[in-house]
């Protein structure tokens, strides 16, 4: 701890003159300068970020009922939640401001969506990790699945939702201020925004630290929590089982398109429903129809698609290599760790505690450091990814179970044996968890510099339209970010299951 | 690096080894200083209450922990040196196979992680001999708990290793399975005259299976009793050594006569 301030304070010192890097003492001195406007700030984020976490989580509880209760269901409510999951932020934000004018809704929104995906997901594995046997024994005094789902489920899913919670709470944080940059009247963000335009170097540090501080607290407090209740932290966040049947490779092709189908649809409905049922002005509330014709029989539909797809390439040639460096060298950190014992034991809650900083508030700070160049948005994307497939990656290897580390020490097998043969397969699952999470985190970490520093592609399209009034290019865009986004993240569950069949076939049954 | 079958099996001298684990602050005192020696190619088990400290006098032999006080040597070497040439074995209540590999892969890595050659007819030969040849290629999660261990016995034979230690090996699967392997396996490493240490809690199991039976006090573990096994006992004096035995247990080694 000691020793990174001061590796802090030394680079700051280094580069002191270049408008880059603020030291811990500059940092801490402008805190305590500015404690009043700072504390005031980021009162106003904590609430909207407090909000938006209890709204996203009901709704992450309404759907995992939903989804346990109705199994046939499942898929398509897996399917919409997803698809939410993946709408890009920094589209989704100018789009509430306009609804919904100056005030909260934006940031509260924003934070609910940031919040509600990972708690669905670890319910949905927590809800399914009630033994058979306890099952049978509400059945055998002849309850019905009210009971089964009050009594037992619930109480076997607190674990796995206390562990959603925790890793909730930061993004809430993180959601709360993307939903003040689009232009609200207080806060964290809104002072963000106002120290980058200033080029205020101690005042964007002392926001960052200041974020990184209350998500990381918020971090502990959610572990604390389930030490409290006694909720031991469960294996992994683990892709949803889905049926126990498996069926034929045709028949299974043909489900997961007439499933794919049904989610589309469900998705435009809800679409089309929300805005009429709420009078949204046509506007700027486009409708499918709208971006259709836009994108299709307009007469200039061709002019408009080379737009779109010009933004779109620039930000994937972005996004991609990005997303890969952060995965490789999250995965390959997490190994030199474990091949370095002593380090491992320090670096792991170190990594956890990093994974919780609200990565995108310090875009500025790097795109700062690294230029409007390519290079700066990659390095945003990568840290994005780092941390969390780091940390997700450690606690991998460390289940691995201790009999069978124990076997290979009977042999003295050599640190590299131990990890080829046990470790990297353990942590395979965790790996490709991190992964599936990684792809909307990268497409939101690549637009939001975008939108908020470099100037190019998908993110600042979407900033641009947003204020120009071109709604119908914005709505494209949205719906070009989300199937993306989709797609990517049912290609890297494919390959997950694919490989997990064959390394930790005992852990996709979970 | 020498073999480990051509010295024959080894002699294991354990003095005044002791264990202190230090949970939360508090010391525990897990094996309290004793010696032992068991004699070179005799299978040799350690009874006694659950939580008594039998599995971490085993985990101490084989190395995986460090003692607090006090050796062990290995036919003269430290646990490490006979980790290195592949001298030792280990099975847990718990096969620790890997999930991700079939039985015969299992096998096969004991091989490699002992840097020896992998002669595919000599792992096949070992598989079928404990019964598992039709389930060579079928991965453990797809085992019952009995051909698990099958499994894991195979695995720490491969490496012909000269002392075998057995933490309940068969501890997890039901009496009739149990009563199957104690008939099928020992005999594969007694013909070889491997020294075996056995941690169990079933006493006909340490009677039957054993040279000698050694029976250990509640925590910290002390030896209180310590029996010779007649290999030609007729029915009679196994029941009457089964009794003895309990007897031990059961007075926790406060008057305890040996037959």
Known sequence: ?510 | MKPADTAGPPEVVCTDLGKVFSVGGKTVEAVQPFDLSIAAGQTTALVGPSGCGKSTLLRLVAGLDLPSSGTVRIGGDTPRAVSQRAGLAIAFQDAALLPWLTVRQNVALALKLARRPVEPDRVTALIDLVGLGPFADTRPAELSGGMRQRAAIARCLITEPGLLLLDEPFGAVDELTRARLNQDLPALWQKRGTTTLLVTHSITEAVTLSDRVIVLSPRPARVIADFAIDPDANDADFRAMVAAVTNALVLGGESVRTP
């Open chain 1, 1 to 510: 701890m000691l020793l990174a301030l001061g590796l802090w304070q030394a680079l700051a010192l280094l580069t002191s003159g270049t408008f880059i890097l603020a030291g811990p003492v500059a940092v801490g001195g402008h805190i305590l300068g500015n404690a009043p406007l700072l504390v005031r700030a980021a009162l106003t984020t904590l609430q909207s970020a407090a909000i938006g976490f209890v709204i996203g989580n009901g709704l992450a509880i309404a759907l995992a009922v939903i989804a346990i209760s109705l199994p046939r269901l499942e898929r398509l409510v897996s399917g919409l939640a997803l698809v939410l999951f993946c709408l890009p932020f920094v589209a989704t934000g100018p789009i509430l401001r306009v609804i919904h004018g100056v005030g909260d809704g934006p940031q509260i929104a924003l934070a609910a969506l940031a919040t509600y995906y990972t708690s669905y997901l670890c319910l949905m594995v927590g809800l399914r990790a009630a033994p058979a046997s306890w099952l049978d024994l509400v059945r055998s005094y002849g309850r019905g699945r009210f009971t089964e789902l009050v009594r037992v489920r619930a109480m076997a899913a607190m674990p796995y939702f206390i562990a959603g919670l925790q890793i909730g709470a930061p993004a809430a944080f993180l959601g709360a201020m993307i939903g003040e940059f689009t232009g609200a009247e207080r806060g964290l963000g809104v002072l963000s925004i106002r120290a980058m335009r200033a080029l205020d170097v101690d005042m964007s540090w002392a926001i960052a630290t200041l974020a990184a501080v209350i998500a990381t607290l918020a971090f502990w407090f959610f572990g604390w929590l389930g030490r409290r209740l006694d909720a031991a932290p469960p294996p992994l966040l683990i892709a949803p089982r889905q049926d126990a049947t498996s069926p034929s490779a045709g028949a299974g092709l043909l489900a997961a398109l007439v499933q794919l189908v049904a989610i589309t649809a469900l998705v435009l409905a809800l679409w089309i429903g929300l805005m009429e049922a709420f009078g949204l002005s046509p506007f700027f509330a486009k409708r499918p129809q709208d971006v259709f014709a836009f994108l299709v029989l307009a007469p200039d539909a061709a002019a408009n698609r080379s737009v779109l797809l010009d933004a779109f390439w620039q930000t994937l040639s972005l996004t991609v290599p990005g997303y890969f460096f952060g995965l490789v060298l999250g995965a390959g950190l997490a190994v030199v760790m474990v091949l370095r014992p002593a380090m491992a034991a320090t670096a792991l809650p170190v990594a956890i505690a990093l994974r919780s900083i609200p990565i995108v508030t310090t875009a500025p700070l790097i795109v700062l450091a690294l230029g409007r160049g390519a290079v700066g948005t990659i390095t945003i994307v990568a840290v994005m990814i780092f941390f969390p497939t780091l940390a997700a990656c450690l606690e991998g290897m460390r289940r691995t179970p201790r009999p069978v580390l124990d076997i290979f020490d009977s042999y003295a097998a050599p640190p590299w044996q131990r990890l080829v043969h046990a470790q990297l397969p353990a942590m395979a699952p965790a790996f490709f968890a991190a992964a599936r999470m990684a792809v909307p985190a990268s497409l939101l970490a690549a637009t939001t510099a975008e939108w908020l520093a470099t100037g190019t592609g998908m993110g600042s399209l979407m900033a641009l339209t947003a204020s120009t009034s071109n709604y119908a290019l914005l709505w494209s865009a949205i719906v070009l970010l989300a199937v993306t986004a989709s797609i990517a993240y049912g290609l890297v569950q494919l390959l997950e299951r694919r490989i997990l069949k064959t390394f930790a076939s005992e852990q996709l049954a979970l």
